[in-house]
């Protein structure tokens, strides 16, 4: 069965620094991953998929089939970045179905 | 365009009622999920649409929990009995069926349920 693992629930860090949020995947064949966002009282929205590879407010986050890993990065934290993030797995489609499957959620917390 | 309209924005009720929850998504899009999201934990989707075609409800509660999207637009989500672990934010999502966005998801506001 498909499966995100979020291992951190919450990650402090100061504006400036450097923020990683992990997450790990376990799927057999070939899944599209992506990293949603919940700013405070907004809705879930998408932050970036990696099949777009591409930069979204700063953050990058690369597929590493090997690791089965997709972590998200920034290099430069800032407060605003202040929200609930979600990886989450689509899979491959099988009969016309991609049923998602999504992470616990990491809250990331930058102080000023 | 508009987002996912869902509604109401809050629910309390006893346990053993009913209780419905409605979904109205981005226009065009064939896809509509509905998730359940207890507190602390991520999203788990319940039932997938497309158009109104059941795609996946294999983690349904169906003694409890019954949806429908009769015209392939709107849809409801039902809860007849509740128990208190129900107690939840539902969320709703669609998707449209274009080649470079189709697990692209956008979500409502989502519905707070508290079961007392």
């Known amino acids: 069965a498909q499966r995100v693992t979020q291992p951190e629930k919450l990650l402090s860090v100061f504006k400036g620094a450097p923020v990683e949020l992990k997450c790990n995947y376990s799927?057999?064949?070939?899944?599209?991953l992506f990293w949603y966002v919940q700013y405070s009282r907004q809705r879930l929205q998408l932050l970036l998929r990696?099949?777009s590879r591409e930069s979204i407010k700063g953050f990058t986050a690369d597929l590493n089939k090997g690791e089965t890993s997709f972590h998200l990065k920034k290099p430069f934290a800032q407060e605003e970045d202040s929200a609930m993030y979600y990886c989450?797995?689509?899979?491959?489609?099988?009969?016309?179905?991609?049923?998602?499957?999504f992470g616990r959620g990491t809250s990331l917390i930058v102080h000023p | 365009e508009a987002g996912v309209a869902q509604s109401p924005r809050y629910k309390i009720i006893e346990k053993r009622q009913s209780v419905a929850f409605w979904c109205n998504p981005i226009?065009?899009?064939?896809?509509l999920y509905w998730y359940q999201q207890i507190l602390g934990q991520g999203p788990k989707l319940l039932i997938q649409?497309?158009?109104?075609?059941?795609?996946?409800d294999s983690q349904l509660p169906k003694d409890r929990f019954s949806a429908e999207r009769l015209k392939g637009v709107d849809s409801t989500l039902k809860i007849q009995p509740a128990k208190l672990e129900d107690s939840a934010v539902y969320l709703c999502?669609?998707?449209?069926?274009?080649?470079?966005?189709?697990?692209?998801?956008?979500f409502g506001a989502g519905t707070r349920l508290s079961v007392l």
């Open positions: 226009s065009g899009h064939a896809t």
């Open positions: 989450a797995l689509s899979p491959e489609a099988s009969g016309g179905s991609y049923i998602p499957t």
């Open positions: 799927y057999s064949g070939s899944p599209e």
């Open positions: 990696h099949i």
């Open positions: 999502a669609s998707s449209n069926l274009g080649e470079s966005s189709k697990n692209i998801q956008y």
């Open positions: 649409f497309q158009n109104n075609g059941v795609v996946d």
